[in-house]
């Protein structure tokens, strides 16, 4: 699981509470970045799928391929899977990636263990 793709198609087969989970583990090896996955139809993940890509290449000094900021590659909302009251501690502690993607994830949730 390396490829955008993968990680669309990782997430597509499991429930939102376990995406973060799956897009920790997939940061840890991403790559081949720049071939835009298939749209799911899941409009959180594929805002999910494009924040990932973004903050790989961010942090590893790749240029952020254009595909991530194709329309139907943003949430509309501020989508975030966790408790209703850790929501501003995910507003504040995202990456910029999934901030501008709509998507709440912690920094330190994307670390895989």
Known sequence: ???PQDLATTLT???PAEYVRFVADWLRRAESLDQAPALTGSTDIDALVAAATAHAASTSGRPVPAWTDEPARFSPTMWYVGPDALFPNALVHSPL???LHGVLVEEDSLVSV
Do not use: D, G, I
């Open 97 to 99: 990636s999934f901030l």
């Open 1 to 3: 699981m390396s490829t």
């Open 13 to 15: 087969a499991v429930s």
